[in-house]
């Protein structure tokens, strides 16, 4: 049975052409990551974990679909479009080189259908319709590109066109991608597409099989994106969850495909080993009523949302210190959410995140006719 376990374990490194082995905690080195560009980031907290040359321009090939993918994910959930919305290939859609589904100028197809093959098999073609479709035009598209890049704080970041292929002046960084392949993973909806191994469209006429080939050997794994060009090399966004850490891997500018599924594994691999999350707790005294001065009522609930998680270091989880802090004198009138004080949690020195204590209810200030107008209702109800 061992032998049987090593050969199955074998034959899926095959797949790709590498193996992909389990990190123990130790630190991970620049020459670790056969890439000149990289960066590891925990999604739910935003967290660095690893970085090189992570703000360094480069091209990103299609890599740059995230961010298209991303503007078409919002115009599902705000209802601009829906799936089952037919899309119609223009000239300059159908125009396309590189990898496409050979679309012809008027062939339709479902948004959905449209998805598929940009997120699976990474359709240059695809991804230019979806964009015309979603803003009328890819300038226009183009236009929302960039300025959702700049309200993220995409700061290396210029948008020359929304599938990747080479242009000069069409930049970003592995800091970047991260920041964008983080936003898109809030839209759950993708992953219904990233993890689809072999699909179909046209009916079945034609085939999709998934471009990220870690989605067949890696534990955990949940998408993103690959993309490779002359000019950008082998790249790859990839995602991927255990034990509720969610891990962001950009690799930019790799050689082959090889090292680019190598290095994307190396540092999720690095991730898990040495990171762990925890839900937030809130300590009792936080909750605890606050007095009110000169209230119609002498004190007021505390409510707390502790919403996300802490990411620390794995096996340190028990070590979290939660500190409550109060305002003083607290004086009416007070309004409903109006923040009353803090819970900071720290580990070490370090601080992982605060929540606010907030008021659960109003408290009115007391006045002559407040306390006239419950003095009547009272009288009245005797």
Not at 84 to 93: G, L, M, P, R
Not at 301 to 316: C, I, M, Q, S
Not at 365 to 381: G, K, P, Y
Request: charged share 20%; net charge negative; proline share 3%.
């Amino acid at each position: 049975m061992k032998f049987k376990r090593i050969t199955a374990g074998l034959l899926a490194a095959l797949l790709v052409g590498l193996t992909v082995p389990t990190r123990t905690a130790a630190a991970l080195s620049e020459e670790e990551v056969k890439a000149p560009a990289a960066i590891l980031m925990e999604a739910q907290t935003g967290k660095v974990l690893y970085e090189k040359n992570s703000h360094e321009k480069r091209p990103c090939a299609s890599i740059t679909k995230v961010m298209t993918l991303l503007l078409v994910m919002e115009a599902l959930d705000s209802g601009k479009i829906s799936l089952t919305d037919t899309v119609s290939a223009s000239a300059h859609a159908s125009s396309m080189g590189g990898s496409d589904i050979w679309l012809k100028e008027g062939e339709t197809m479902t948004v959905d259908d449209m998805l598929k093959a940009t997120v699976v098999a990474s359709a240059n073609d695809a991804a230019v319709a979806l964009a015309e479709f979603v803003a009328g035009s890819e300038d226009e598209f183009l236009r929302q590109m960039n300025e959702k890049a700049q309200q993220l704080g995409m700061a290396d970041t210029t948008f020359l066109n929304c599938n990747g292929l080479d242009e000069d002046g069409h930049l970003t960084s592995a800091n970047d991608v991260a920041i964008m392949s983080r936003e898109l993973m809030k839209h759950k909806k993708i992953f219904d597409y990233t993890m689809i191994w072999i699909d179909y469209v046209r009916g079945g006429q034609t085939q999709l099989v998934n471009t990220n080939k870690l989605i067949k050997t890696y534990k955990g794994i949940t998408g993103l994106k690959t993309g490779t060009t002359g000019k950008a090399g082998s790249c790859i966004s990839a995602t991927a969850e255990r034990d509720g850490v969610q891990l962001i891997a950009v690799v930019l500018g790799a050689a082959n495909t090889k090292d680019r599924f190598a290095s994307a594994a190396t540092l999720l691999d690095y991730g898990f080993a040495n990171w762990a999350v925890a839900a937030p707790e809130v300590p009792q005294d936080a909750l605890a009523p606050v007095p009110v001065l000169n209230g119609m009522v002498d004190e007021v609930e505390a409510t707390v949302t502790a919403d996300g998680v802490l990411l620390v270091p794995k096996g340190r989880e028990k070590e979290i210190q939660y500190q409550v802090s109060m305002g003083e004198n607290l004086t009416a009138p007070v309004e409903e959410g109006q923040v009353l004080g803090k819970i900071t949690c720290t580990l070490g020195d370090e601080t992982l995140k605060e929540y606010n204590i907030l008021a659960k209810t109003s408290v009115p200030e007391i006045t002559f006719s407040a306390v006239f107008q419950l003095l009547f209702r009272n009288f009245v109800s005797m």
